[in-house]
């Protein structure tokens, strides 16, 4: 049974970085067939995906666009984890981040995380 | 980005009548591999996304059968046959045919009247 439980703070200061962890049981972070990512939902822009990694013969990184020069995500395979850091922070990142599986073959989040809500604010 | 159009936004039903929710893309969601990625996802206050169908049609594990999913190409339904109080919550469409920012439709509130 796949899950994924996250890790971090729920208060960042703008300017500041924000930092998650999602560990991981029941799959490996260096799968060949899935796929990590990070959506994060907010009133605003809804559910919005934020990015991924995934490894296919060597690590891949793929971002949105919105999110491209502060978004960095990494693969630890020591721990079978991967991280979200965001930086700097600005209040309209203020939302519930979840990390989420993409399966081998359906292209969709079968697995999420239980979320975590981030205030940026001081 | 390809964007995902929920209707209704709001949908009242009564205990055990059926429901039924529209979403379309502004892209086909026919993937180059033949396969059509359009998923369903329910969000139950306070809790995470739950995925209840991938593929158009194709149930997760644990899902009840009162759901289904059908369409093609850019018109996509998800229909409850016979609404329950569990029910409640909010519903997604999502596309993964276009990678890697998979979108998702501004989400469709059901309530019980």
């Known amino acids: 049974q796949v899950q994924l439980q996250q890790s971090g703070p729920g208060l960042v200061e703008p300017s500041q970085t924000l930092s998650l962890t999602c560990a991981i049981s029941g799959d490996s972070v260096s799968s060949n067939t899935a796929a990590w990512n990070w959506i994060r939902q907010s009133p605003s822009r809804g559910l919005e995906w934020l990015g991924r990694t995934y490894y296919r013969s060597r690590w891949e990184f793929d971002y949105a666009a919105s999110m491209k020069g502060r978004i960095s995500i990494y693969p630890d395979t020591s721990k079978n984890q991967f991280s979200l850091q965001l930086r700097p922070v600005i209040p309209e990142d203020t939302g519930i981040y979840y990390c989420a599986r993409d399966p081998p073959d359906d292209q969709g989040y079968d697995k999420w995380g239980q979320g975590t809500l981030v205030t940026v604010s001081s | 980005d390809v964007v995902m159009t929920q209707f209704p936004l709001s949908l009242p039903v009564t205990l055990g009548q059926p429901a039924s929710i529209s979403c379309r893309s502004s892209q086909s969601l026919v993937h180059r591999d033949g396969n059509t990625y359009l998923n369903w996802f329910q969000q139950r206050p306070g809790q995470s996304p739950r995925r209840l169908i991938y593929k158009v049609s194709n149930r997760d594990s644990g899902v009840p059968d009162r759901f289904s999913g059908s369409g093609s190409g850019t018109d996509f339904t998800l229909k409850i046959s016979r609404v329950e109080a569990e029910d409640v919550g909010v519903y997604y469409c999502?596309?993964?045919?276009?990678?890697?920012?998979?979108?998702f439709g501004q989400g469709t509130k059901l309530e019980i009247k």
């Open positions: 999502m596309q993964g045919a276009h990678w890697p920012a998979y979108t």
